[in-house]
């Protein structure tokens, strides 16, 4: 059974950090590529990392771009997301998700499982 449980959400400043973590379980996790998604209330869920399996080629949105790191850990079977200099727009419940290969694109479809989400609240 495939399980991604994402910890780490919290409620900070503008300005401020937080870093998520996705534990997984199920899989062999380093054949995978493994995401970030987020949806803030009343809008579409967007992408915001993703990283690949292997040597982990990374890609984010432009508006995280600078700002957040994604990275793995394949002994630890996690993948975090470190995000500095947090605005108010970041505000969303994040989720993790893994690929349906070793791949990690910015498309949702693309995505076989995914987590229950942490909650990011960003006050200005």
């Known amino acids: 059974q495939v399980l991604l449980v994402e910890s780490g959400g919290g409620s900070v400043q503008a300005g401020g950090s937080l870093t998520l973590a996705c534990t997984a379980s199920?899989?062999?996790?380093?054949?995978?590529?493994l995401g970030w998604f987020r949806q803030a209330p009343g809008k579409e869920r967007e992408f915001v990392a993703a990283?690949?399996?292997?040597?982990?080629?990374?890609v984010y949105t432009d508006s995280v771009k600078g700002r957040f790191t994604i990275s793995r850990d394949n002994a630890m079977n996690t993948v975090l997301l470190q995000m500095n200099s947090l605005k108010p727009e970041d505000t969303a419940r994040y989720y993790c998700?893994?690929?349906?290969?070793?791949?990690?694109?910015?498309?949702?479809?693309?995505?076989?499982?995914w987590g229950q989400g942490t909650q990011v609240t960003v006050s200005s």
């Open positions: 199920g899989f062999i996790f380093s054949n995978y590529g």
């Open positions: 998700a893994r690929s349906q290969g070793p791949s990690a694109t910015k498309a949702a479809e693309t995505y076989a499982y």
């Open positions: 990283i690949t399996w292997g040597r982990g080629d990374v």
